[in-house]
């Protein structure tokens, strides 16, 4: 092949490959209903703000968005379920801290969070509450850990599952304090506040969105948020670090991701879509009053993010020796 004819040839491959991406940007809103999933059981904070955003996404898309809870393994299993799922931009996953994050360095995942997940955008952030029973008889995080002190390995706390951010929130804490409170897994925050409710466990790194009412009502004891501030919502409830633990922090974040194989078109538009809505006054208002800060990002900026978290929080899984167990 000569000269003129390799340029034409790679002529028309470049105007095949734009004129396939400008088809995959069109082709939106997907025709099928979208498909929203979310790692944890209804009730908890993950649903809530998905389906907060899922019924403004619908409305601007005039495309149906339906939140399809897949609870269980901290998350791990509705990861697993989008990884797998075909690249079409129909299925969208509101992934969380712990399996993009922090579970890879507990456990062998049957996917790569970088690789078989694709970064759309930032969804929100809050910081957890450390939440007692009322019959546990403690009204301080001092109190708290001088019981756990007295009585060692006899108080435990919930979680919404290994590798999730209110697991290593605990361990962090543990760390911190010198105490050795007793994991116990749950498959989301709903079930996790059930049982603490009734009492069937002492304490619980909680979503605020959930565990407000019942701090509001006098059923719960708030100990100490878990972020560097204090939360607007929460203005009378120290931080853990006010508390006697400077520098602790640990915070709770949700993002949205597809299939790591969607085309970049399509996750570009998506990432238009959420931005827009999670910028919405409305939206943004919703969210604050259920205790979460909106968190818009690029794809670029997710991806970064997402590398920085996973550094930090590999290296306290080092440190303490987590495991899945």
Known sequence: MNKRNLLRAAALATAAMVLGSALQAQDFPPKKPVTLVVGFAAGGAADAAARLIAKKLAANIGQSVVVDNRGGAGGNIAH??????????????????GPLTIAPHIMKLPYDPFKDLAAISGGVNFPNVLVAHKSLGVKTLAEFVALEKKKPGTLDYASTGAGSASHLAGEL????????????????????????????????????????????????VPLATTGSTRPVYMPNIPTVAEA???????????????????????????????????????????????????QPMSRAELTDFMKKEDAKWSAIVRERKITSN
Do not use: C
């Open 80 to 97: 697993q379920f989008v990884a797998n799922a075909a690249p079409d931009g129909s299925v969208l996953l509101f992934g969380s801290i």
């Open 173 to 220: 804490f543990n760390q911190r304090a010198g105490i050795n409170m007793v994991h116990v897994p749950y498959k989301g925050g709903a079930p996790a506040l059930q049982d603490l409710l009734g009492e069937r466990i002492a304490s619980y790194f909680a979503a605020p969105p959930t565990a407000l009412p019942h701090i509001e009502a006098g059923k719960l």
């Open 244 to 294: 006697g633990y400077p520098g602790f922090e640990a915070l709770n974040w949700y993002a949205f991701v597809a299939p790591g194989k969607t085309p970049a078109p399509l996750l570009d538009r998506w990432n238009q879509e959420i931005v827009k809505v999670l910028n919405d006054p409305g939206v943004k208002d919703a969210l604050i009053h259920h205790g979460m800060t909106p």
